[in-house]
């Protein structure tokens, strides 16, 4: 069984044979049929996408997915999470998608972290708790997730289930930014423009928006010509900007 799980992974995945989706399918459902739960999340994945030759069907998705959830499957918890979060293929239950979300994060789910930690600060399904989103996103953030690390840099930032503190807020951001997320990238730069928790670096800055921008993102070009512009004026256009 665990064979046919992995050799449907090679074909999902491409791994030393052309990519077909279709193979993947069959040996998941192979695997799935039998129990396997890792298989059983992976195909709901399939119906979840609409890949491999079968039509997409949330409401299949949440049934493997919920047999793999029920066997344990971090993975699969966090699947059928999402899909009550989001409503897909379930009625939308926020409630439902906290305990899966909980379920997968107490087995170290990296994302389940992130999410949980979601519900946390906004409410979804619980009481509002950002000193419990802030634990959450700190052990998600310290395993490279980077949706955690901004979300945590936001926290620090914006004083929420934590002190103020933008030198931590600037560590975080640059994890992010550091693998490419352009809102980290304008963030960390404005926290270098305005010398919050960095000493202040208009070069610094100037080079972190320009990172951003080379990737297309449409805020960081328009502050960049802003502040290549405003370093062109005699110093004292740059207060309080």
Same mark, same amino acid.
């Given at each position: 069984?665990?064979?046919?799980?992995?050799?449907?992974?090679?074909?999902?995945?491409?791994?030393?044979?052309?990519?077909?989706?279709?193979?993947?399918?069959?040996? #998941?459902?192979? &695997?799935?049929?039998?129990? %396997?739960? @890792?298989?059983? +999340? +992976?195909?709901?994945? /399939?119906?979840?996408?609409? =890949?491999?030759?079968?039509?997409?069907? %949330?409401?299949?998705? !949440?049934?493997? %997915?919920?047999?793999? !959830?029920? @066997?344990? +499957?971090?993975?699969?918890?966090?699947?059928?999470?999402?899909? #009550?979060?989001?409503?897909?293929?379930?009625?939308?239950?926020?409630?439902? &998608?906290?305990?899966?979300?909980?379920?997968?994060?107490?087995?170290?789910?990296?994302? @389940?972290?992130?999410?949980?930690?979601? /519900?946390?600060? *906004?409410?979804?399904?619980?009481? $509002?708790?950002?000193?419990?989103? %802030? =634990?959450?996103?700190?052990?998600?953030?310290?395993?490279?997730?980077?949706?955690?690390?901004? #979300?945590? &840099? /936001?926290?620090?930032?914006?004083?929420?289930?934590?002190?103020?503190? #933008?030198? $931590?807020?600037? =560590?975080?951001?640059?994890?992010?930014?550091?693998?490419?997320?352009?809102? &980290?990238?304008?963030?960390?730069?404005?926290? *270098?423009?305005?010398? =919050?928790?960095?000493?202040?670096?208009?070069? !610094?800055?100037?080079?972190?928006?320009?990172?951003?921008?080379?990737?297309?993102?449409?805020?960081?070009?328009?502050?960049?010509?802003?502040?290549? +512009?405003?370093?062109?004026?005699?110093?004292? @256009?740059?207060?309080?900007?």
């Amino acid at each position: 069984i665990e064979a046919q799980f992995h050799l449907g992974e090679i074909y999902d995945e491409g791994l030393g044979v052309a990519q077909d989706f279709s193979v993947a399918v069959t040996w #998941y459902r192979r &695997a799935a049929d039998q129990g %396997f739960a @890792a298989a059983q +999340n +992976n195909l709901g994945w /399939m119906y979840k996408q609409g =890949k491999g030759g079968v039509a997409q069907d %949330f409401r299949e998705a !949440a049934r493997w %997915f919920r047999l793999s !959830a029920n @066997a344990g +499957n971090a993975d699969g918890q966090f699947s059928l999470g999402q899909l #009550y979060d989001h409503g897909e293929g379930v009625e939308q239950d926020y409630q439902q &998608a906290l305990q899966w979300y909980r379920l997968a994060a107490e087995q170290n789910h990296l994302h @389940a972290q992130t999410w949980l930690g979601l /519900m946390y600060e *906004y409410g979804k399904g619980i009481q $509002e708790n950002p000193i419990e989103a %802030f =634990k959450w996103y700190r052990k998600a953030a310290a395993r490279g997730d980077i949706d955690a690390q901004i #979300y945590l &840099a /936001m926290l620090y930032e914006q004083g929420k289930g934590v002190q103020v503190n #933008y030198a $931590e807020a600037a =560590k975080w951001f640059r994890k992010a930014a550091d693998q490419g997320n352009t809102y &980290a990238q304008v963030n960390l730069a404005l926290l *270098y423009k305005d010398g =919050k928790g960095l000493a202040q670096d208009y070069q !610094a800055a100037l080079e972190w928006y320009r990172k951003a921008a080379d990737q297309g993102d449409t805020e960081a070009r328009n502050a960049l010509e802003k502040l290549q +512009n405003d370093l062109k004026k005699p110093a004292r @256009a740059l207060g309080g900007n």
